[in-house]
């Protein structure tokens, strides 16, 4: 849940810096010669999928995000095509919004979603500020 004021503009940038940062995030992956293969693809702009349910009423908005995550949970990643993570925010009014993530377990554990969750709220704060995103690590996953 995020409540109160919101740039989509900021957020993207986030979650955009959070993908270009690690290679895991943009990987796809083959195989070749049976052996599986990681492809590292370029830092292109990573789009987070925006819904607006704001029409809704406030109670069949609560059941609608509870199936939605549920749904989103249970789609299967292809990930010979896709990469292992899905961002989507709801708009649920002008200052309420649920972000839903989608990691597949390739790409991190719960360990890393702290991780995942901190990288986005420092380069949602630096779009805000106008200061630079943080820097890709030095040792990628």
Known sequence: RLDG??????????????????????STYTY???????QVHA????????QDWSDRDPEAQEEALAAFAHAAVLHPFDLQRELPLRVTLLRLGPQ???????LHHIAGDGWSVDVLWREIEQGYAAAMSGQAAPAAPAVQY
């Open 32 to 38: 070749r010669d049976g052996e599986p293969r990681q």
């Open 5 to 26: 004021p919101l740039s989509l503009v900021a957020l993207q940038a986030g979650v955009e810096g959070l993908v270009s940062r690690h290679e895991v995030l943009r």
């Open 43 to 50: 830092a292109d702009a990573f789009v987070v999928d925006v």
């Open 96 to 102: 309420a919004h649920a972000l839903v993530l989608c």
